[in-house]
């Protein structure tokens, strides 16, 4: 298996010739020259031609170590084996139709067989997609209209889920959570409907559900929020959450999307949730668009067509394509047992090497995160939700720096610094990911210095 690059000069710049070429032809084309937000960076992310496993490799030839993972959803890596076999095998079959397939059928038995509670399942293209029809269904089953979320999280671009995305010190308000516009020009009746929640105050979440309970359909939850800090809920959180929750007939509508990957039978389970409606994507699609909504048959019912119109019609183009559907068969079932624990006794591995490592040169950062995710903070300030993870103007140049030096020695993370790993990474691969990391931070510290602004 190839290693990490070790030297830069070993390989072609960063940016190099025909990526920078590109780039001039994209922006010509789209908005910023890239057809997405989360993957620009400054100056500009170099263009790829082609993955296998853990690596990519750009147009200039330069290969990088990829833990970005398209944003966490590739399992396996780049071009696992036994997906590309079945998607050959479905796309000589055609590849999409208006009536259904069999594989759709065997995605969603997979889905239940590992999480027995998740006992029916409806697909769509998106996570996006997937917490917009969970949080349908809820105002459906429910007959609420209003929905909390707690401040910071990501749950996709659905509108009600977008507000307090990246609220900041003078919009966030005191006494509770404000909820803050994301999008410009949004209804300002979003707001209202939207109640926001502190992810690390137990006492205010169950105070506000209570004010609250009338006019609330759901609460969705992401337990491991990555914007908020990527820490895992506490369980006095998750006791206070689901408690309101019965309480009051508010649903529990889980964002797996990301922390699926947790464990065998899914993030609920790790976390111990029995939670009304479950939202997945990324992982569940074996690197092919697609998105979940999982439950009890009892709440999926909600979307039962058969008896004329449901109380939430769900539909798309190509929700529940093959290829999709037999992408994400292969990709779970090889993300068997084994595979999660070796992934996240590597991703805790990692995580325990580069703290000790901070600690040891005395740097202001930490890394957080569960199983195989983690994340960079440039503070040692306790990370416990949102505010505490908000970086000030200095540090955000700071980990743009550290991502942009982690690029040039040949690791790809996300722009904020996160990264997740797969299953194709080899123990070595992943140490020296994590010692590529640390010495980027200690590089930038060495040259810049930190003040307590930065700490
Ligand atoms: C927790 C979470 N929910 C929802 C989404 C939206 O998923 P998608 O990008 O597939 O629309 C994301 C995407 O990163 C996510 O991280």
């Known amino acids: ?27 010509r084309i789209t908005p910023g020259g890239s057809m ?3 993957s620009y960076f400054t100056p500009h992310p170099p263009f790829v031609a082609r993955g296998s496993g853990a690596w990519v490799t750009d147009l200039d030839g330069r290969r990088i170590f990829d833990c970005a993972n398209n944003f966490f959803s590739l399992i396996h890596g780049h071009a696992f084996a036994p997906v590309m076999r079945a998607l050959h095998e479905v796309l000589d079959e055609g590849t999409a139709f208006g009536i259904p397939t069999v594989h759709e059928i065997e995605l969603a038995s997979e889905i239940r067989s590992r999480s027995p509670q998740l006992e029916q399942v409806r697909f769509v293209n998106s996570g996006t997609e997937a917490v917009m ?20 999280a990501y749950h996709g671009a659905y509108d009600p889920v977008e507000i307090s995305l990246d609220p900041t010190p003078q919009t966030w308000g005191e006494a509770a959570p404000a909820s803050v516009g994301y999008a410009r020009g949004s209804p300002p009746s979003l707001l209202s409907d939207t109640l926001i929640l502190p992810f690390d105050d137990p006492a205010m979440c169950r105070r506000l559900l209570q004010e609250n309970a009338d006019r ?51 993030g609920h389970d790790i976390f111990g949730l029995e939670p009304d409606l479950v939202a997945l994507a990324k992982i569940v699609g074996g690197g092919l668009p697609i998105g979940a909504i999982a439950g009890p048959a009892h709440h999926m019912s909600v979307f039962n067509h058969t008896k004329g119109k449901p109380a939430v019609a769900h539909g798309g183009t190509f929700s529940a394509n093959p ?23 590597m991703g805790r591995q990692l995580r325990e090497r580069i703290n000790e490592q901070f600690v040891r040169r005395g740097l202001p950062a930490q890394v957080t995160g569960a199983g195989s995710l983690f ?8 990370i416990s939700g949102y505010r505490s993870c908000f970086p000030s103007p200095s540090q955000k140049q700071a980990l743009a720096a550290i991502h942009f030096s982690l690029l040039e020695r040949g690791f790809l ?24 990391l640390v010495q980027a931070a200690s590089d930038f510290y060495a040259k810049n210095g930190w003040s307590d602004r930065t700490s």
């Open 216 to 266: 609330l359909a759901a609460v969705v939850l992401d337990p491991l929020a990555s914007r908020a800090g990527m820490v895992p809920a506490h369980q006095w959180m998750l006791e206070a959450v689901t408690d309101c929750c019965r309480k009051f007939g508010i649903l529990l509508v889980l964002d797996e999307v990301i922390s699926y990957r947790l464990g065998y039978h899914g």
């Open 1 to 27: 298996m190839a290693q990490p690059p070790t030297t830069h000069d070993q390989q072609p710049e960063a940016l190099g010739p025909r990526s920078r070429s590109e780039f001039e032809r994209a922006k």
């Open 375 to 382: 994340r960079l903070h440039l503070t040692r300030r306790p």
């Open 323 to 345: 290829l999709s559907m037999v992408a994400g068969l292969m990709a779970l079932r090889a993300y068997d047992e084994t595979a999660v624990t070796r992934l996240n006794e």
């Open 36 to 38: 997405r937000l989360a």
């Open 413 to 436: 993370l996300t722009p904020n610094c996160s990264g997740a790993l797969s299953t194709p990474m080899s123990e070595h691969e992943v140490e020296a990911a994590g010692a590529a």
């Open 133 to 152: 029809f969970a949080v349908k269904a809820a105002r459906g089953i429910t007959g609420r209209h209003a929905i909390a979320k707690f401040e910071g």
